[in-house]
């Protein structure tokens, strides 16, 4: 099949690099339906033109900062309450000896997570600041942040809705921030909705925050979270809402999609998970809106077919850790790297270890940082492969002293 013998006119369209609008994207969602094969056929294409054979990852350990939060979405499965037993208050010697270890293990992003403004609701988030030296969560992220920098590990904070003020300090450190969007349909906020009782995930406050992050040229990664009760049609105003948003500011460097899988101990257990069919539909639109995005999916998530995805247009699989589980989906563990990388192959895409800011997005950030990144970056942007590959280099990298 080559360009312009597509059946749909729209997607010959795409394909011509011309722009489509609103009803062009749910018209290619409904022929779909049907037939997906020419949807997937163009956001592969446009895959390919814009991302080569290449997919990424990133080496990561997951730090649970603080998982109270004064939140409830009802699918959420990482929020704990201080009597529960996953509760985790990471002290300042925890974080240091898992920071330790990730290096040991050639990670290169720090992860930090933390509930939504834990100290707000918490006596015991207060009580664990005030024991840990801080005034606030984000206070903690700095220092943490900073400790992560020393040690040659890239810290990329996602602490639900941070102030103007409080993302701007932690740009100083983190070389890329992260906040899902979710999704901008207001009813999903309603009574009965998945986001009812969280009030930080009110679209207006999560575009605010994306629209703060891109006045602050902090590289950031958001995305949406499909199958929790939402119409193709609110799927599809959140993507063009990122869109929107990446060509006001050019900051949003990748999305994420993520299938909704229900938690056992949640509001919304007895939902079923994203039909996978519909979710590869939601990824090849992506594509075809945003042909140059980066476009992820949790490979821990499609633990039996990740691999599919790979032919209707994501090219990165996210932070994929050796050490920490993924505290946000405990029950799915991540695969082995090694696996990932031997299913790339054989769909014919290279693995490439990347470091959490992609390298089209170098220069958003400071010198200092790019002097880090720059020990053990190659001349693509990537992480060296005898870094996160070779186990025998460790001590010479663990040596280097990065100023
Ligand atoms: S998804 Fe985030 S905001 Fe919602 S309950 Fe979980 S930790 Fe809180």
């Known amino acids: 099949m080559t360009n312009l013998v597509l059946k749909s006119e729209i997607l010959n369209s795409v394909l011509e690099n011309k722009s489509i609008n609103r009803e062009d994207i749910i018209d290619i969602y409904e022929k779909s339906i049907k037939n997906s094969n020419e949807l997937f056929f163009t956001a592969q294409k446009l895959r390919i033109k814009n991302k080569k054979n290449t997919v990424t990852f990133s080496k990561k350990a997951f730090f649970n900062i603080i998982n109270l939060c004064k939140d409830t979405c009802s ?57 840990n030296g801080f005034k606030s969560t984000v206070e903690y992220l700095i220092h943490s942040s900073e400790e992560a920098l020393e040690l040659g590990l890239f810290p990329h904070t996602n602490a639900g809705n941070l102030n103007y003020d409080e993302m701007k300090e932690l740009k100083k450190t983190n070389v890329s921030m992260g906040i899902m969007l979710e999704n901008v349909s207001e009813r999903l906020t309603k009574k009965g909705m998945p986001h009812y009782l969280a009030a930080s995930k009110k679209p207006q406050t999560r575009l605010k925050i994306l629209e703060n992050s891109g006045k602050l040229g902090i590289p ?59 979710f590869k539909k939601i990824v090849a639109l992506s594509r075809i809106v945003m042909p140059e995005m980066n476009i992820q999916i949790p490979p821990n998530l499609s633990p039996r077919s990740y691999q599919s995805f790979l032919e ?18 405990p029950e799915f563990s991540w695969p082995e790297i090694s696996k990932v990388e031997d299913y790339s192959k054989k769909a014919g895409f290279d693995l490439k270890c990347r470091f959490p800011i992609y390298p089209e997005f170098f220069s958003f950030i400071s010198k200092k940082l790019r002097d880090k990144i720059a020990v053990i970056q190659n001349e693509d942007g990537y992480v060296k492969e005898e870094y996160w590959k070779w186990q025998s280099t460790l001590t010479h990298y663990l040596e280097m002293q990065i100023q």
């Open 312 to 329: 209707v247009g994501i090219n990165d699989w996210g932070g994929i850790s050796p050490l920490t589980p993924d505290f946000v989906n």
């Open 220 to 278: 950031m990664t958001t995305g949406i979270l499909v199958g929790i009760g939402e119409t193709i049609e609110e799927i599809i105003d959140s993507i063009l809402a990122i869109k929107e948003l990446h060509k006001k500011y050019g900051n949003i460097q990748e999305v994420i999609l993520q299938n909704f899988q229900p938690k056992p101990d949640t509001i919304m257990k007895d939902s079923p998970s994203a039909n996978e069919e519909y």
């Open 75 to 131: 699918y959420c499965t990482y929020k704990s309450e201080p009597e529960e037993e996953k509760i985790s208050l990471m002290s300042k010697k925890q974080i240091k000896e898992l920071l330790q270890l990730a290096k040991k293990y050639t990670c290169v992003e720090a992860l930090f997570v933390t509930g939504e403004q834990p100290e707000k609701k918490y006596s015991e988030a207060r009580n664990w600041l005030k024991e």
